[in-house]
């Protein structure tokens, strides 16, 4: 059952704008990198080095966009965040929450009625008040009514 306290869905940013800008930077100078030496080596790219490096390139790109596009969700059915892994926790299956994270990447740890331990980011100031909220009405030890 949903905390009597978040009377509204919040929605925001997994990760804070610092990670974003961080990823953003990693992967100029990947391709960067990549530039350089296909300028300076440029067998590296024909026949199977071109594979590689287009399967290296796919998976950085597909990090990346998880990276920027990942959000947290609360609402009614539960706690899901998107992203890469992508987590979902239904109400019901909370047993206990705590925070965890520095203050501007506050993380709730959560822990199922099956024994599961998940872990949401959260970096906004409604989603840092929103974990508060879960994490003080799901306290460890709590005796779970499931």
Known sequence: MRPDTLQEDVIGQANPAWQRLFATATVLVALAGLARLYWTTPQAFQGNGAWFVTAVLGALLASYWFVLSASTRIDGEGIRQTGLPERHVRWEEISAAQLGGFSFARRLRVRTVGGRR????????????????????????RRSTA
């Open 118 to 141: 998940l872990t949401f980011a959260g970096a906004t100031p409604a989603l840092h008040a929103a974990f508060e909220k879960i994490a003080a009405a799901y306290p460890p030890g």
